[in-house]
């Protein structure tokens, strides 16, 4: 098997709904990367975002449960990845609900990457304290956790209380499908350590995660640090194995890209120790994304043995 490299899906694209906005978008673009080689697709979480943000270079995003559901259905290995899913905007046992349903439903395939997200004004619209979204976060994983058990359970969270309760099916993938943990904090970082099964970093220049206010990992002496800090925390709290490190997207796809620079890319962070990294495509036509989906799989997913 390669090495797995996912793909961010284009189906936020709605200013261009004649190519991405179909069901038919979704047939071709997700068995075209299924085929070329990528391990799972990416769907990202914005049920209301504010405007301003949407006009200072934000996106929208379809529901991520509607969507992978619909690509689940047409394809067969393709991994059913959130990226991310903002924890604490859901309750957490509505989102237990979507992700043991799906697993079950399409074989064991979900992916559930998390973050705390960073958009006040989405936050204010659906109703969730933004300045306790991080504790919301860890109590929402644990209630989680418990209701993927199949057992009876009580849980007393913030503004919920499960007296007597029990969740089936459980999810296919036991105890439950890989949980990433996104974030670039140092809290991230300790959360994947306490909770996850991989941190999920997010590195980009410091220019972008200004806007997102998120910290910056972009020289490699951060991401060292990072990695550093990871080992250190996993020692101190007794985790004798430190959880994967799985990155998002680290390499953009466009007309005339290096496969050589894109090879040199991720097999960089492979010597780092992470055991998968993720691409993204940004075109105008379905067509064009699928040609360079196909290129970069014999071109460069096939030489990552």
């Known amino acids: 098997m390669n090495y797995p490299v996912s793909i961010t899906l284009p189906f936020d694209h709605i200013h261009l709904p004649d190519e991405f906005i179909s069901m038919e978008a979704i047939v071709e673009v997700c068995q075209t990367a299924e085929a070329a080689g990528f391990s799972a697709g990416c769907v990202t979480d914005h049920p209301v975002p504010g405007s301003r943000w949407l006009d200072n270079g934000g996106h929208y995003a379809q529901d991520p449960w509607v969507l992978l559901s619909m690509i689940a259905a047409v394809t067969t290995t393709f991994k059913l990845q959130t990226n991310i899913l903002v924890l604490p905007y859901r309750n957490p046992f509505v989102t237990a609900r979507s992700v043991s349903s799906?697993?079950?439903?399409?074989?064991?395939?979900?992916?559930?990457?998390?973050?705390?997200?960073?958009?006040?004004?989405?936050?204010?619209?659906?109703?969730?304290?933004?300045?306790?979204?991080?504790?919301?976060?860890?109590?929402?994983?644990?209630a989680m956790k418990l209701a993927w058990t199949g057992e009876d359970f009580a849980f007393e969270g913030t503004g919920y209380t499960a007296p007597g309760n029990r969740m089936l099916p459980t999810p296919v993938q036991r105890p439950h499908p890989p949980i990433l943990v996104g974030g670039n904090s140092r809290r991230a970082i300790r959360r994947a350590v306490e909770h996850g099964d991989a941190w999920y970093p997010f590195f980009s220049p410091a220019s972008v995660t200004a806007t997102a206010r998120t910290v910056s990992l972009t020289e490699e002496e951060d991401i060292d640090a990072a990695l550093a800090y990871l080992r250190e925390y996993s020692q101190?709290?007794?985790?004798?194995?430190?959880?994967?490190?799985i990155l998002s997207s680290v390499f953009t796809i466009t007309p005339g890209y290096s496969p050589q620079e894109a090879i040199d890319t991720i097999?960089?962070?492979?010597?780092?120790?992470?055991?998968?990294?993720?691409?993204?495509?940004?075109?105008?036509?379905?067509?064009?994304?699928?040609?360079?989906?196909r290129d970069f799989g014999e071109r460069v997913l096939s030489k990552l043995d």
């Open 102 to 142: 799906l697993d079950v439903f399409s074989g064991g395939r979900v992916i559930l990457g998390i973050g705390a997200g960073y958009l006040k004004a989405e936050y204010k619209a659906l109703g969730v304290d933004f300045d306790n979204r991080n504790d919301l976060m860890d109590e929402y994983l644990r």
């Open 236 to 245: 101190k709290v007794g985790r004798e194995v430190p959880p994967e490190v």
């Open 267 to 293: 097999s960089g962070y492979r010597a780092k120790g992470a055991s998968g990294a993720g691409a993204s495509i940004f075109v105008d036509t379905r067509a064009e994304w699928c040609d360079l989906a």
